[in-house]
């Protein structure tokens, strides 16, 4: 039932959605999930695996197919996975986890900060 | 070309994962890229606690406010209020699904808690209210709970039908439901769990005997006018937790037959069950010799009732 869209994919040669390799990681997930639904402990070691495992880049990937899957648990999952990297980290570590570069003009960037300067405040080393 | 790769998300992801992070980060992001500026204003989850002001060094904070005592935490207080208050201000979404609030905070906050309480209901997606005030720090923590007239009022222009049907989950601790609180708004709760909390007896009688959605019940240290005899007859209730409340002076639970667990810790001759099929974890907390008698004396009577 969640895999219909799977069978349109391979149907769909033009798809650059989904590389071989994510799928290869997506497409047995629901399995796992269901085993280790239950139990949390296993959820969090999971993780704690794809993270170390993972490239932030392959983390977008894994989104995205699970986005185009339509499977929302794993969507679900991969998007706390990535919440819980970002937490209590510097900006510089998030811009450079997500490759972005600031777009702000340079007054602009400061003004941000000074408003929000207790967000800053306590974060972790990077 | 990495950086094609996070531009591919669509904003509906990344708003699902700055709504997951705490206020903190998820304010945080806002300065990432202009792409990002906004997301956070939006999130529907809005959990207030220490966090907020935790790394922040008072020296150096200028408050126009003239603080009357001198308690240190008073300054924190405020700080936390104004904190709250800016992000309120900033926020712009369109619905709240959960409102929490954990902070010591007493009366002297009530037209900011209830502007808080009163935008997060209005919006009309709010399912759960959990409003904390005990936090841990003098003079309003657990030592000091006789101290409820520096507790705020929750207000009971908001426990009506209309403006609280949507709320399924509802945490009380340090607050005063009074005066003219009526049971009528909580009919849709699932779960409901008052601790150091100012009831009338008209309050709990209001309860109705039967009919109700609730699941999960706990009642702790709760300050009544009256002694209250209660009646749990609820189809659905799960979980029952009854602690230390005085007042309570007769406690039947009758047809209450999804019961799973009951947590009791009191005068334990005031209890009896029946018809309670499901019942399996039953726990008394014993703190005298009397109170042991009296779970023995309790199971004795009502033994053959329990599964």
Redesign the interface.
């Known amino acids: 039932m969640k895999f219909c869209t799977v069978k349109q994919y391979f149907d769909d040669e033009n798809n650059n959605n989904v590389t071989n390799g994510i799928a290869t990681t997506v497409i047995p997930l629901p399995n796992k999930h269901l085993k280790i639904k239950a139990n949390n402990k296993e959820m969090e070691q999971y993780e704690q695996e794809l993270l170390r495992n993972v490239m932030p880049q392959e983390l977008t990937k894994l989104i995205l197919a699970a986005n185009y899957l339509n499977f929302k648990e794993a969507l679900d999952f991969f998007c706390r996975t990535v919440a819980n990297a970002i937490q209590n980290k510097s900006v510089d570590y998030v811009r450079k986890f997500f490759g972005l570069e600031s777009d702000f003009e340079p007054g602009e960037e400061e003004k941000l900060c000074k408003e929000f300067a207790w967000s800053f405040e306590g974060v972790d080393e990077d | 070309k990495?950086?094609d790769?996070?531009l591919?998300?669509?904003d509906d992801?990344i708003e699902?994962?700055v709504f997951?992070?705490?206020i903190?980060?998820a304010?945080?992001?806002?300065?990432?890229?202009?792409r990002?500026?906004l997301f956070w204003m939006k999130t529907p989850v809005l959990n207030f606690d220490y966090n907020?002001?935790?790394?922040?060094q008072l020296k150096g904070c200028i408050f126009t406010v003239q603080t009357v005592d001198e308690d240190p935490f008073q300054q924190k207080r405020l700080l936390f209020v104004i904190?709250v208050n800016n992000l309120m201000s900033l926020w712009h979404g369109s619905k709240v699904n959960v409102l929490r609030v954990h902070f010591s905070l007493g009366k002297e906050f009530t037209p900011q808690l209830d502007q808080w309480i009163t935008d997060a209901i209005n919006m009309g997606a709010l399912h759960t209210l959990d409003i904390n005030l005990s936090f841990g720090l003098h003079p309003y923590c657990e030592a000091y709970y006789g101290n409820h007239e520096k507790y705020y009022d929750f207000p009971s222009r908001l426990l009506t039908k209309e403006k609280f049907s949507t709320v399924r989950h509802l945490t009380l601790k340090c607050c005063n439901l009074t005066p003219s609180c009526s049971f009528d708004g909580l009919v849709s709760l699932k779960s409901l769990a008052l601790d150091i909390v100012t009831l009338t007896r008209s309050f709990l009688k209001d309860m109705p005997s039967h009919g109700l959605e609730l699941e999960q019940l706990s009642l702790k240290k709760l300050r009544m006018d009256r002694d209250c005899k209660l009646n749990i007859d609820l189809s659905k209730l799960k979980y029952l937790a009854i602690v230390d409340c005085e007042r309570l002076r007769g406690i039947n639970i009758n047809g209450a037959v999804e019961l799973n667990e009951f947590f009791f810790a009191g005068k334990h001759e005031y209890c009896s069950f029946k018809n309670v099929p499901k019942l399996v974890n039953v726990s008394f907390n014993c703190n005298t010799d009397d109170d042991y008698e009296g779970v023995l004396n309790v199971l004795t009577k009502f033994g053959h009732h329990l599964p």
């Open positions: 990495s950086e790769l996070f591919r998300l669509p992801i699902s994962i997951i992070l705490p903190k980060d304010v945080k992001t806002s300065i990432l890229s202009k990002w500026r907020l002001i935790e790394s922040t904190r």
